[in-house]
């Protein structure tokens, strides 16, 4: 009886032990801690099976002697390749090639061992890592790490499924940024569901649809480059933007809210009051931009503009959301030989004409 209590007692001890130093040293306080290997400071021994469910094929027959040189539990010595990886290698040879793509996370210099990150043996988590998957990811890309905490507005695309692994092949890819696939390709991919909803309960866009709908696309999406506009990993704008740009239908106008437009295009579009160049959105020269954005209660951009995708020229939307209620207000946008019109929504149907001059300017 108190020899099976020192037992458990013993077990208890070594659970603990486990638990606190994953990724220290061996929790087996046995004599297979005498095994030679490569590194030291990161967890390579077997962990206890009761605590590391997720066994390696070959660990689970219990023949150490598959991997090391003594086929003897206590005792197994050393690998018997020259290194950890040939170990891997010996049976999972299409491995080898993936770790052959273009753009390398093991490299020198950068990750040398598949142990970095997987337990040759058993773990407690998928893929036999070391570490939950996240945590193993953030441990080494404190830069990212840093990201994610101060983020007001996070992407769950890095918290969901498989986090970082649903855009970044941990191994190696012909994608720079050990991506997957191309930016946009995995942007839209994901984004092409519909009913997706953001953190903030806004129904997302099915951007596979609105791309196949809408053939004007803003000169960036045609580029095929969605962080021209949106960070990735998160960031400290809305809607992950890498610039400011209001949330709203309405915002009082400071040019500082738009500078994610005016990373791109001139500020002076909206707001210089006449003009006869700088925008056809005018009357004469009487610059329509800064009459309906320029002002206390300006319309942002997207009351008339679909940032990403229309089917009309400048991208003038069909209709806009309006309120919080989701309803449609319709735009009713014609495009004229000399200007354009605008059918009674907002206002009276009203006409503006950008190739005769209004009496405030002098004629050229
Ligand atoms: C699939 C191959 C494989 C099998 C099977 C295997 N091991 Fe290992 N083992 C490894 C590799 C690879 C290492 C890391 C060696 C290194 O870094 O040099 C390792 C390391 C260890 C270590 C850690 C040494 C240290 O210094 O931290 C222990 C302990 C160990 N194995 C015990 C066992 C026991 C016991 C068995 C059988 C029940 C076993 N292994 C079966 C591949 C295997
Ligand atoms: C003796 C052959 C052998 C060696 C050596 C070997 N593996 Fe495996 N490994 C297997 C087999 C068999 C499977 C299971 C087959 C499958 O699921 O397709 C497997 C599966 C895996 C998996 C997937 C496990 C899961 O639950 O999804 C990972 C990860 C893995 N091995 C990593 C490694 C690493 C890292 C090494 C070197 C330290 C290694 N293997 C060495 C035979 C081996
Ligand atoms: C930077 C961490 C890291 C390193 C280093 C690493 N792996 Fe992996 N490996 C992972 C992750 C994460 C997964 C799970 C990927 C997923 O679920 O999409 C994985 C999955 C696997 C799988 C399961 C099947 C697959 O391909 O998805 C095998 C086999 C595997 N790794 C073998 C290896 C071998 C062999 C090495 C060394 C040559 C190695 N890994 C190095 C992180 C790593
Ligand atoms: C053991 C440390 C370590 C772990 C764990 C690790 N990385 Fe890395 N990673 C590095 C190093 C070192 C580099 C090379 C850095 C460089 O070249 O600037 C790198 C490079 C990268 C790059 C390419 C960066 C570039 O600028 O091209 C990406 C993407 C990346 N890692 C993602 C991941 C993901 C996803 C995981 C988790 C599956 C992960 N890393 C786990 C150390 C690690
Ligand atoms: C939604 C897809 C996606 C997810 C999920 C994702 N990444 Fe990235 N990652 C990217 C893209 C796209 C780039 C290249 C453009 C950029 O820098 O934003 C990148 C770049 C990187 C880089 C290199 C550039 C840099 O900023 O240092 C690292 C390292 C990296 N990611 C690590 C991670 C880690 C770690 C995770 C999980 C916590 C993760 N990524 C999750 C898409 C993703
Ligand atoms: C693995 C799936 C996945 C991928 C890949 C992905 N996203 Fe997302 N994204 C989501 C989910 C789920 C949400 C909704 C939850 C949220 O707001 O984070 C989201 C939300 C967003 C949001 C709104 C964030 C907010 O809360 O305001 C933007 C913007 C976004 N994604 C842009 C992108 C861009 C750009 C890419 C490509 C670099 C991309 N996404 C790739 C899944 C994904
Ligand atoms: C020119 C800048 C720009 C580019 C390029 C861009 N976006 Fe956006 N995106 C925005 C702006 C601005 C918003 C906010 C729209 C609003 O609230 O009216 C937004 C909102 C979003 C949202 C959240 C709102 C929703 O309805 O889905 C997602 C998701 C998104 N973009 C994905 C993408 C993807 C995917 C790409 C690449 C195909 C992309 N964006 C390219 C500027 C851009
Ligand atoms: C990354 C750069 C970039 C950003 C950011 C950007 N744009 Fe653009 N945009 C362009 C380029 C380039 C063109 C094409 C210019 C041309 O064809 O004259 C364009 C064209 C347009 C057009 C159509 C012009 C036409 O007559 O067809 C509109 C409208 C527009 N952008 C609105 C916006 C709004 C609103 C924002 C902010 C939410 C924005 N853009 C942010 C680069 C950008
Ligand atoms: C009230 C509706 C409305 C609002 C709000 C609006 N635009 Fe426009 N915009 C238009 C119309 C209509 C055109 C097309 C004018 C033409 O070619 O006849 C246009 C054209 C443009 C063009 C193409 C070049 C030009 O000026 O002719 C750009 C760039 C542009 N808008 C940017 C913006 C930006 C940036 C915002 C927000 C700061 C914005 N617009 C807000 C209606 C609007």
Redesign the pocket.
Known sequence: MAKQLRCLAAFVAVAVLAIAGRSQASPLKTEVNKVGSHRKGVLLAPMPREIAPRTHAPFQSGKCGVCHVNNDERNPGPIKQSSVNENCYSCHEDTRDVMARKYKHMREGAIEFCTDCHNAHNSVEKALLVEELGSLCLKCHAGIKNQLAKGK?????VS??KKCA??HNPHASNVERLLIAL?FD??V???SKDG?????GKT?TNYKTLLAENKVWHAPIRAKD??AC?K?HAADN???LVNEYPAAFYAPYERKTYALCYGCHNDRVVSMEETTTLTHFRDGSKNLHFVHVARERGRTCRACHEVHAAKQDHRIRESVPYGKSGWELKVGYTKLPDGGSCAKTCHETRTYNNKTLTSSLPKP
Do not use: E, G, I, Y
Not at 153 to 157: C, E, L, S
Not at 196 to 200: F, L, N, Q, T
């Open positions: 507005v996070q992407h769950d695309a969901k499924d649903n855009c930016p995995l942007c991919r994901c984004h997706m909803v953001s953190d903030d997302m969605c962080s949106h990735t809305f809607r992950l």
